[in-house]
Antibody, heavy 117, light 108 residues
């Protein structure tokens, strides 16, 4: 059974960089069929796609966040990562990682990141 | 980007009743690339429907999806207690992928 687990700091200061890692178990991140994505959900609000990455390193980002987002993949560790720079309180959200075959079919449990000084 | 508008915002129904949820797109969704997700409090979303009408693995047949172009519907034929949740539509035919704002199905 495929499992995804987010990890990273739960508190980030304004103007700093939010960094999260997603560890995939029960399957290979190097599968040729799938992208690996990040989605976020501010408290009490809806879902927003942040971006996705292929095991080769090819990326696709949401234009609304593109200037601040960097994603990377480490196939040796079966992990992929998200960096979001210059964060503000508006970036406070639960961040989910997910497997993507057009749709998001496997999700991590989510990681709450609060932006506050 | 394609904006998805879901209605109603909240649906108050009793177990056993039929639920009809709407998702309207600001422009045509190519190739019926429309999905539905269910989210319960404190949990990640769960994929229910993809390709507008195909059920994901393990999804009961009381869940069905329909529609094309700009108008899509998720129907739950008879609500079970575990179906009370928030439902999101998502289009993945055009980048960026976008989600609707959600419909909450609550117990009446």
């Amino acid at each position: 059974q495929l499992q995804l687990q987010e990890s990273g700091p739960g508190l980030v200061k304004p103007s700093e960089t939010l960094s999260l890692t997603c560890t995939v178990s029960g399957g290979s991140i190097s599968s040729s069929s799938y992208y690996w994505g990040w989605i976020r959900q501010p408290p009490g609000k809806g879902l927003e796609w942040i971006g996705s990455i292929y095991y080769s390193g090819s990326t696709s980002y949401n234009p609304s966040l593109k200037s601040r987002v960097t994603m990377s993949v480490d196939t040796s560790k079966n992990q992929f990562s998200l960096n979001l720079s210059s964060v503000t309180a508006a970036d406070t959200a639960v961040y989910y990682c997910a497997r993507q075959l057009r749709v998001f079919d496997y999700w991590g449990q989510g990681s709450l990141v609060t932006v506050s000084s | 980007e394609i904006v998805l508008t879901q209605s109603p915002g909240t649906l108050s129904l009793s177990p056993g009743e039929r639920a009809t949820l709407s998702c309207r797109a600001s422009q045509s969704v190519s190739s019926r690339y429309l999905a539905w997700y269910q989210q319960k409090p404190g949990q990640a979303p769960r994929l229910l429907i993809y390709g507008a009408s195909s059920r994901a693995t393990g999804i009961p047949d009381r869940f069905s999806g329909s529609g094309s172009g700009t108008d899509f519907t998720l129907t739950i034929s008879r609500l079970e207690p575990e179906d009370f949740a928030v439902y999101y539509c998502q289009q993945y035919g055009n980048s960026p992928e976008t989600f609707g704002q959600g419909t909450k199905v609550e117990i009446k």
